[in-house]
């Protein structure tokens, strides 16, 4: 990726985050990294990681006084224009522990409307980009079909293991990274066909904004098992299933196939 295509605040901040990511996991133990400091803006415990990470990225966005949307912080309106859609630590469970499989997601949004999505593996160099006005390149495989697949899934819970079960039966490949920013960027990727939460509505915008796009420039497709839109309303409240696929007719089918199976 040629960050000279980048927007400059975009850039900013996923370089802050990273800094601020390599640091806590070189000098903080991992008790200290999975402390819990409080509830954050989604209503959500959050871990000392995540206030680690965001509290540079949030600096950068201040300076430049930008409306944010963020995890931990929340909604913080500057009556600007232009809004920052952040989730500084996506997978902190994964890092808090040990595991180096978390991203930082950023989303770009004028007047509302998404123009530029920004996703990077942190402690890596893996990073992915996309702006409204690119032309769709295919990089997803293509796959149309659930049998024979490699999906990613959230973790199966109570309440979604008889569908999360319906989509492992049919797929040749399952993982579990804990990570739906990355897992819904390997599909941009073509690393797998597939990534969704089925039916548990655990995903937030911030979740959601950045990867979409990136999938969508990619030539895969992005769903809600209800078919609701995605917006970019500040309330962290709000929750989605997320199903990003390598095709509109593979991200069709495991709706179904969720749907189908029921609870």
């Known amino acids: ?78 009556g600007s224009a232009m809004t920052v859609i952040i989730d500084p630590v996506d997978g902190t469970a994964n890092s808090a522990a040990g595991v180096p499989i978390s991203a930082i997601a950023a989303a770009l949004a004028i007047d509302g409307e998404i123009k530029e999505a920004y996703a990077g593996w942190l402690g890596t160099n893996l990073e992915w980009h996309a702006h409204i006005d690119d032309p769709v390149v295919s990089r997803t495989t293509g796959r149309e079909s659930l049998e024979g697949s490699a999906m990613s899934m959230l973790r199966p819970r109570p309440e979604t293991w008889r569908r999360w079960s319906a989509i492992a039966r049919r797929a040749d490949r399952i993982r579990v990274l804990g990570s739906s920013v990355i897992e819904a960027c390997l599909v941009a990727d073509g690393a797998v066909d597939g990534f969704c939460d089925p039916g548990g509505d655990v995903h937030r915008i911030v979740d959601i904004a950045a990867a979409a796009l990136i999938v969508e420039k990619s030539g895969g497709a992005v769903r809600d098992l209800h078919g609701r839109a995605f917006t970019l309303e500040p309330d962290l409240s709000l929750r989605w299933s997320g199903v990003f696929a390598a095709s509109a007719r593979l991200a069709d089918e495991i709706v179904s196939t969720i749907a189908e199976e029921g609870s």
């Open 1 to 78: 990726m040629n960050r000279s295509t980048v927007h400059p605040l975009l850039v900013s901040v996923a370089s802050a985050a990273d800094d601020a990511y390599r640091t806590a996991m070189s000098t903080m133990t991992r008790t200290e990294r999975s402390r819990d400091i409080g509830i954050g803006g989604d209503g959500t415990a959050t871990m000392f990681l995540d206030e680690y990470v965001e509290r540079p990225v949030l600096s950068i966005l201040e300076r430049a006084r930008v409306n944010v949307l963020s995890e931990e912080a929340g909604w913080i309106d500057r």
